[in-house]
């Protein structure tokens, strides 16, 4: 199929951005099928989406114009659920449109309601919004929907998802009747069901998603990890790929403040995306991904939609996605267009069962790998300079008489030297992280420990938490009264009532002998208890755990007949409160039930 029976000026403008055939969801909302009918489709991120609903709008909304750019009212609306994404589209149908004349105005949160007020009153032909802006425009009069003769949802599941249900219903029930209603979402949960029986009439449903799903254009990685070296294993996975650009999902704003600060003093070009950043700081952001100031992007899933980056080449998804459809949104942002992608999946080791399931029920293959070593990232660093340095290349005589010069000055190896020096001191150092296996884990933790401490012997004080210890002051009255080092105490235990601390078997009993010398009742300090302790911190713990543990009554609530029912829920066992407490009675002389 191709763009012959389109509108002239639209073939054209395909023509200049260099599509020669339609997409597989292009070719569904142009086929003759679809022309004039609701439609639900059911398409991946990075499908080709926006040109489509924008072709099956074509003919209606230029037969509507009359070959005149100028409207009373809007024709179309385009109903998207973030800034960046109503933004996005607004591009992309600015140049489809471009031949036609056709003005677009675009109404997001957090810019200026009086300019797009300004932009409405300026006869656009589409408009492109949010919902909750939408909203505010519709209630304050600027925005008439009743000349309406399309309406595109975009991404409806993500709007559900966030909450517009409310501001989607009310948009839909001012617009008129006979509109089409254009829906399109990656997913098709039930509650996209309902919204469409409500407000489409016969709809035509065009599944497209299930052919691409899993994204054939994306290499799926399950990195395992331990729990705390998560962040180790992304400046890792970073370093390995090297990727032009690439994004880092994170939960929450926190982690993506700590994950931004983190990669920035590691000496990355970063930027972050979330809810606490304004909409100038946004596009600043995404300006600096784009002119290539700035590698790496970290954000929240909210704030990463509709973001559309040509060279975004790897998603690293760092806090677990919660299911399979945000699993397939994140990594839908690379491997568009054709392009290949990576999407690495961090895997702590307590959550691989669970990262699991949402493969299966993504019908996703992925390869599980441990994350890039150090030495892994160092031999790519070694295959990508000799490809960049060895690579033809067009020099003016200015360096290479620069060149001459250093030759002349210099012997070539040391040249050369300095060149590779030069080149790697502009890459981020990669972090040694622990081999995922369990003997690998224990002999770690077993180099660790150290030097002297192999063999050590418990020793016991007569005073714990209850008696407010803490070790930064036991260390010193340890040493004082045992003729010891810092360095000669290993490590330290607090307990409720007691606490213990390591000694070196070596010096165990010239330590022991010196605290009994050293013992007085005449200062506090000197009268504690200190004697070795044969159990160590292990068997006090069971037994403090058995003393303090809490004391639950048999019969707490009322249950009613029998202690099955659902009772009265009033509480029967003993009052807690500090003795000799009384309720007084209720403020204005209301006497207490």
């Not at 032009?244 to 994170?250: H, W």
Request: aromatic share 4%.
């Amino acid at each position: 199929m191709s763009f012959e029976n389109l509108p002239p000026l639209l073939a054209q403008a395909l023509a200049e951005r260099g599509y020669a055939a339609p997409t597989p969801v292009q070719a569904a909302a142009i086929a003759p099928e679809s022309a004039g009918r609701d439609l639900i489709v059911s398409a991946r991120t990075g499908s080709g989406k926006t040109v489509a609903f924008g072709l099956a709008l074509a003919e209606a909304l230029l037969e509507a114009t009359g070959g005149s750019p100028l409207v009373d009212r809007p024709l179309a609306l385009v109903i998207a659920p973030t800034r960046e994404l109503a933004l996005q589209v607004s591009r992309e149908l600015a140049w489809l449109y471009a031949g036609a004349g056709l003005r677009i105005a675009t109404c997001v949160g957090g810019m200026d309601a009086s300019k797009e007020r300004r932009a409405l009153d300026s006869g656009p032909a589409i408009v492109v919004g949010t919902p909750g802006r939408l909203r505010d425009h519709i209630e304050r009069g600027a925005l008439d929907l009743s000349a309406l003769i399309g309406v595109v949802l975009d991404e409806a599941d993500e709007m559900l998802d966030m909450g517009f249900r409310e501001d989607l219903e009310e948009i839909l029930d001012a617009s008129p009747e006979s509109r089409r209603t254009l829906l399109f979402s990656a997913t098709m949960p039930r509650e996209i069901v309902r919204l469409a029986e409500r407000y489409q009439r016969d709809a035509l449903r065009l599944q497209l998603a299930d052919a691409d799903r899993g994204h054939d254009d994306i290499s799926y990685q399950a990195v395992v990890v331990g729990p705390s070296e998560i962040e180790n294993a992304v400046v890792n996975l970073l370093r390995y790929h090297e990727a032009e650009s690439a994004i880092c999902f994170c939960a929450t704003r926190e982690a993506v403040r700590r994950l931004h600060a983190t990669l920035q003093n590691r000496g990355f070009g970063v930027v972050a995306l979330s809810g606490e950043h304004s909409q100038s700081e946004r596009n600043a952001a995404l300006q600096a991904i784009r002119d290539r100031r700035a590698r790496v992007c970290v954000a929240t899933d909210v704030a990463a939609r509709g973001i559309d980056l040509p060279t975004l080449s790897l998603v690293i998804h760092v806090d677990t996605p919660r299911d399979a459809e945000t699993l397939q949104h994140r990594s839908g942002r690379t491997g568009r267009a054709g392009k290949k992608g990576t999407a690495a999946i961090l895997v702590p080791f307590n959550r691989r069962r669970r990262v699991e399931g949402m493969l299966r029920g993504a019908q996703i293959a992925a390869e599980w790998i441990d994350a890039p070593t150090a030495e892994a990232i160092r031999a790519m660093d070694h295959v990508r300079l000799m490809d960049k340095l060895t690579a033809p290349t067009e020099y003016d005589e200015a360096d290479r008489a620069l060149a001459a010069e250093l030759l002349q000055r210099m012997a070539p190896e040391d040249i050369a030297a300095a060149l590779v020096q030069a080149h790697r001191a502009k890459l981020p150092e990669p972090e040694e992280l622990l081999v995922n296996t369990p003997e690998a884990r224990e002999k770690a933790k077993a180099e660790k420990h150290r030097p002297g401490f192999e063999d050590t012997v418990w020793f016991k004080m007569s005073i714990g938490r209850r008696q407010n210890a803490e070790p930064r002051w036991l260390l010193p009255l340890i040493c004082r009264r045992g003729h010891v080092t810092r360095g000669e105490i290993g490590a330290i235990r607090v307990g409720p009532n007691e606490s213990w601390f390591q000694i070196p078997r070596d010096i165990a009993p010239k330590f022991a002998a010196t605290l009994q010398r050293t013992r007085s009742d005449d200062d506090d300090q000197d009268a504690i208890l200190i004697e070795q302790s044969a159990e160590g911190p292990r068997m006090e713990a069971r037994e403090n755990r058995k003393q303090f543990a809490p004391k639950v009554h048999a019969r707490p609530f009322n249950r009613g007949p029998g202690g099955n029912g659902p009772g009265d829920g009033k509480f029967r066992g003993k009052p807690k409160g500090k003795p000799g407490f009384k309720p007084g009675p209720k403020p204005g002389g209301a006497k207490r039930p």
